[in-house]
């Protein structure tokens, strides 16, 4: 998979890793032909996501370049607004906290998606549409045994208890979730302890989980709530008492010149995006993670399987 390269940018992208034919999504003939550039983050389910993309354009006849797996939030941004890469799915939560610079989350979703849209249109002529209902927030989690054990069910017996005994709640973070304001600062300044007398060990995302449920490594881990990990390990998520975590729900991201020139690419992805709910999105995580397949397989057959698009070929 393609990744940042430093300060040189990005590689110019790959061919997917598949073709596929049209289904309910028939070719349009102002988008044949048309280049587009598909991005993602680097974890499992922006990499779905980003097929998911790739493989719904390419129904409709574009010639989609893949550049999934981009390491990092910002570098994906970065991409974005430098023009290396058309579209992406990016999170109303992300958007709202760490691109726009604002420390409050909107309770509601869909009031959430839409100052995200209209503040970033504004500000940096980036356009959202077709949100998804999906919502993959951050939560801690813990093992049963370790629920049992420390009696933590909540966020906030959760920061009780680093006051208390941190190596007790010694918990297992990735590194940008460390740094985020919609991370652990926030969680340490929301449930009243401080970030630096937290005892923490760095991990990549995809061995935390392991890690937490076995308590190896730490007590509490760092997930995302649409991970099928949790449910495949039997993890506990602390219960957010404080609403502190905003909502994450994926939408297309365009900026706004390109969405003008092909107004097309919102008519094929909203319908798509209208499909992706919390227990779709977990469900093909989880055949990632837990059943070993490849994310493009994986987003493929997902839109065969709803007749967005048809299997040709390999």
């Known amino acids: 998979m393609t990744a940042a390269i430093g300060a ?15 289904g309910s999504i028939k070719n349009i003939p102002a988008l044949d032909g048309v280049k587009v550039t598909v991005g993602s983050k680097e974890f499992t389910e922006q990499v779905i996501l980003g ?8 129904a409709a006849g574009a010639d989609v370049r ?26 109303t939560g992300t958007g709202w906290i760490n691109y726009l610079g604002n420390e409050k989350p909107i309770p509601d979703s869909r009031k959430q998606f839409e100052a995200v849209r209209d503040e970033d249109l504004k500000k940096n002529n980036i356009v959202w549409t077709a949100v998804a209902p999906m919502d993959n927030t951050y939560a801690l989690a813990a093992s049963p045994e370790v629920v049992k054990r420390t009696g933590v069910k909540t966020l906030s017996e959760y920061g009780a208890l680093v006051n208390k005994d941190p190596a007790a709640a010694r918990t297992c973070l990735e590194t940008e979730f460390r740094s985020r304001q919609d991370g652990f600062p926030g ?11 937290a005892q923490v060990s760095i991990l990549q995302t995809g061995i935390i989980y392991q890690a937490t449920a076995d308590a190896s490594q730490c007590a509490f881990g760092e997930v995302f709530t649409t991970d099928g990990r949790i449910k495949a390990l039997g993890l506990q998520l602390l219960t957010d008492d404080k609403q502190f975590f905003p909502h994450y729900n994926a939408a297309i991201v365009m900026r706004e010149a390109y969405a003008k020139e092909h107004p097309d690419i919102e008519k094929v992805m909203t319908p798509v995006s209208d499909k992706l709910t919390n227990d779709v999105i977990t469900d093909l995580n989880l055949q990632v993670d837990v059943q070993g397949k490849e994310p493009a397989e994986v987003a493929r057959d997902w839109l065969v399987k709803e007749g967005f698009v048809s299997r040709t070929g390999s």
């Open 66 to 91: 893949d550049l999934t797996s981009i390491v990092g939030s910002r570098s994906t941004r970065d991409s974005q607004t430098q023009g290396q890469v058309d579209i992406t799915y990016e999170y």
């Open 8 to 22: 040189c940018g990005l590689a110019s992208g790959s061919t997917p890793p598949f073709t596929v034919g049209a």
């Open 187 to 197: 969680v340490a300044k929301t449930y009243g302890f401080p970030v630096t007398k």
């Open 51 to 58: 097929y998911i993309i790739e493989f719904s354009l390419m």
